[in-house]
Every structure is written in structure tokens, then in C-alpha cells.
């Protein structure tokens, strides 16, 4: 059986700083993802970057903090919020300093303080960074290379292995170029898989994100917190989809069919839209979102009206990037519709990124606690940055601590499997229930109703299975039954929420 001192399941952002951070302590580190190596959100293409926001100064850390706690809508964990806000200029110092990422800064120190700098949600100014792509793939690969790090793209996690006392001890794998399961051993193990966006029919996240783990996770005693926060956001579906929408620009919009909103009051909505990019319940122009609902899979048809002069910075490169990426001129005709997007919630962890299950860690969207009902823009890449950093120092800590028998377990196989042709459906008509129900607008009976939904996917699939199945179809039922898990936890704590809170909209 193959074996690591530490396991790291997920490569965008976070999985990556969580297994640069554990190689240079000297463990031995593999890191197995879904996707490519460098996949999920952190390296989704219908983005034009990455923000990256801390805090100014020293001053200014404390003003962050209660920022993060007020939008967060008070259910943010003060301990994590504390760690992660202390912990964001060291983090963006390690980036550029040690491991030569170069990042973007504003133009200068007037454009820097252009409202279109203010970060989703917050009140001022912060500091910024810009993350693209190409010096940030740069940068990782070279430090993966030099310090050994083993991949395993095209891995996907479907079980976690414990010992008797409930120590996780390894991993079961699914290889999905050769088509079979894989055990891997590992003394410490790092879930770093991204979000929930996998569990929707419309996402604005990279089609590895599968929304699995923090089931598997729970299934092994982890828990889940602040899971019914989720990030909705207008994305494009015309004339191109899954293009996230630049929430700066919603005040240079000419909206091309009827709604229902006062012609006197649209103007002043679309202004405070562009304030933010999710969805938000608190502010009145959530009208904008409902409208964008409303208009169901056609989505609401508009256009561009930019001003001639004086484009502000942050615009221009949106418009840029349209243009030359997309071939996308802002006087074309546009459709777009709300996507599910970043989790705000997810799987519990304190302030060293352990999940209190012993081996196990987590970071980045996969985790909840640093964020609350709504989360200020930037600070996901953020989250990835500092909590994976603290996840892989962790990790290989616990790894230094256990001897080299605890790698030697057998490890025993799931048997039952279930065919992928069924295994598609199912996820097709769990994706349509979430989509239905689970969007902005949340009721009793929509939320009761999907909770029936899902679990008939439940039995369907138990009935379905077979034993001694092919190692695809292992995985394929494996894979169902974690993302049928995970929507219900997400489905209960929505609708134990009755009221509206930031990301969560009662519509009843």
C-alpha cells in the first residue's frame, strides 16, 4: 500500500499552501485532487482574478475583525475571525516574499481609494492584492518541484479510513484515468476540496469541485457549521455562460425587459448593487437579485452603458478582459442569471485547522467559522492562504509524532457500487432539487419539499446498489451518497433558520 506522512485532498489555493507549508518541514507530502493539479474555484476560468484583501495596518486589523462580525451577521467564531485577520499580512509577505508570487497592486495611491476598491460588503478601504493566474501557477509549480511534493491529479477522495480509537489513518482513492480505487495511507490527512458548489445545476465553480468531502468528513465525526450560508451570484449566460458578472459594474447598467421595480427607484438599486458581488437578504437592493430569479433559466436580458471618460480602474480591466478573453463588447446584448457560487460555511475546524476528528485537517472553502452569513470580498483567497498554511504546519506536526506503524494498517475496500449511468441521474435530479429549492428564495415548504426529494435520492440509491460492483461504480455510489449527505445537512440547517440572515433569504 502507498503511503505519505501527509495527505493533502484538494490543489487550488488552500491544498497547495497546506502542502508547500508541511514539505518544508521535511514530511513527505502527496497531494490528490479531482481535477488537474492547480483546479477547483481558486483556478476557475470565468473569472478575470483574484482579490486578495487585509487589513492596512496594525490599526486597522481590530476594525477588520469587526467588519468581518457585523457583515458576518454575528455567527462567525471570533477565535477563528481573530487568527485569520492576524494572520493575513504574514500570509501575503510568505506569498510574495518566499514564495515569489507577484502580485497586483492598484495603479497608485489615489486610484487605491476609488470606491470600486471598497471590498464586497465593507465600509473602506483595504489593502489589495491582486492573484492571477499565471504568476501564481508559476510560483506553486516551482515549489512543488523543488520540495518533492508528490500529485495525484485526477484522484478523487471517496472514504476516509480510521483506526479503532478513530484515528484517521488514511484514505480510499478513486483514480479516475485508470479506473480504480486506490487505498493510500497517510498519517495526517488535509481536506482542502472546495465548496458546495457541485451540488447545484448552475455554478460558478470548476466542474472537480464535487461536493463530497465535508460529507465523508462528517461520516468520520467531523462536523459542519454555518452550512446554509452560501454565496449566490449573477453570472452570464448569454452570449456566454458561466462568466461570473462584475458586481462594480451593475451601476453602468441598462436592463432590456420589464421588471418589477419602480423606474424612479431601479437606478438607485443598481447603484447600491455595485456595491457587492453575492446575494445578500439585508440590503433593499436584494430586489435586483429577485428580479434576476425571476427571470428563470432565460435570465434577464441588459447591457452595458460605460461612461467615455474616466472609467474607473477596476471597470476597465473587467471590460479588458471581456473583450480580449471572451470577445464580449460591452454594447452586446447580455443574459444573465443567478449561480450558485463559494460556500461560506462548511466543515468545523479551530484555530490549528483541526476538524477534532485526530489526523484530520481542513482549510480553505471546504471550512466554515472564519466566515458568516455574508463574507467580505477577498477574503477567500485569503482564508486559503493563512488557514492552509496553518493546516499543512499542523498536519506535519502530527505527522512527526506518530511512528511509522500506524502507516501499516489494512485497509478494507467498499464492495458496493452502483451502475454510473444511475449514478448521473440521480446527481441530475439532485442538483434540480437544490436548484429548485435551495436558491435565494428559501420556505418551509420548498425546504420540506426538497428534503423529501432527497431523501427518495437516498433510498434510490440503496436499492440501486450492488456488491462486488466494478471499482467505478464504487466510486460513482460512493461520490452520490456523499453529495446526497451533505445537501440534506445543508437543507436541515436552512430551514432550522427560519429567518433571513446575509447569504439566507426567507422568502416566507
Known sequence: ???????????????????????????????????????????????????????????????LIDTIQTVGGGVAD???????????????????????VELQRPQSAKSAQQKQFIP??????????????????????????????????RHELIDLVEDTNGRITGTVLYDLTEN?????????????????????????????????????????????????????????????????????????????????????????????????????SRLASRAIDLVIDQAGVEGLALHYDFP??????????????????HGIAPTDEMRVAMYAHAAN???????????????????GEATGGMHGADRIGGLSSA??????????????????????????????????GIATTDAERLTHSLRHTMSTFCMINRTETGLSEALHELEGLKTEATTLSTQKAQDSEVAALARLQSQIQLAQEMVKAMRKRTESLGSHYRAD
Request: some cysteine.
Open 383 to 416: 482564508n486559503g492562504i493563512v488557514f492552509g498554511r496553518i493546516a499543512g504546519a499542523s498536519a506535519a506536526l502530527t505527522a512527526q509524532k506518530e511512528p511509522e506503524a500506524a502507516l501499516k494498517a489494512d485497509i478494507t475496500l467498499p464492495q458496493y
Open 308 to 325: 467615455r471618460e474616466d472609467v474607473p480602474e477596476f471597470v476597465q480591466t473587467f471590460a479588458t478582459w471581456l473583450q480580449d478573453e
Open 120 to 153: 464586497c460588503f465593507d465600509r473602506k478601504t483595504r489593502m489589495w492584492r491582486g492573484l492571477t493566474r499565471k504568476p501564481l501557477e508559476d510560483a506553486l509549480t516551482t515549489w512543488i518541484e523543488s520540495l518533492g511534493i508528490r500529485l495525484l491529479p
Open 78 to 100: 471570533p477565535e477563528l475571525v481573530q487568527t485569520f485577520v492576524h494572520g493575513i499580512p504574514q500570509a501575503i509577505d510568505w506569498l510574495e516574499q518566499d514564495l515569489g
Open 180 to 280: 480504480r480505487i486506490v487505498p493510500f495511507a497517510a498519517k495526517a490527512t488535509i481536506i482542502a476540496a472546495g465548496g458546495t458548489g457541485g451540488l447545484f445545476e448552475r455554478s460558478l465553480t470548476s466542474a472537480d469541485v464535487l461536493s463530497s468531502s465535508q460529507a465523508i468528513a462528517l461520516a468520520h465525526g467531523a462536523t459542519l457549521t454555518n452550512i446554509e450560508f452560501m454565496q449566490m451570484m449573477p453570472g452570464f449566460i448569454e452570449p456566454r455562460r458561466n462568466l461570473v458578472f462584475n458586481e462594480k459594474t451593475w451601476r453602468y447598467v441598462h436592463v432590456d425587459q420589464p421588471v418589477d421595480i419602480a423606474d424612479d427607484k431601479l437606478n438607485d438599486l443598481l447603484e447600491q448593487r455595485s456595491g457587492y458581488g453575492p446575494f445578500t
Open 1 to 63: 500500500m502507498e503511503s505519505t506522512d501527509v495527505l493533502v485532498i484538494g490543489s487550488g489555493i488552500a491544498g497547495l499552501c497546506a502542502a508547500i507549508e508541511a514539505a518544508r518541514t521535511g514530511a513527505t507530502v502527496t497531494v490528490a485532487s479531482a481535477g488537474k493539479t492547480m483546479s477547483g474555484s481558486s483556478f476557475f476560468p470565468g473569472t478575470w482574478g483574484l482579490g486578495l484583501i487585509g487589513p492596512v495596518d496594525e490599526d486597522d486589523e481590530q476594525d
Open 345 to 363: 460555511g462548511g466543515i468545523k475546524i479551530d484555530k490549528t485547522a483541526h476538524t477534532g476528528v485526530e489526523g484530520l485537517y481542513a482549510c
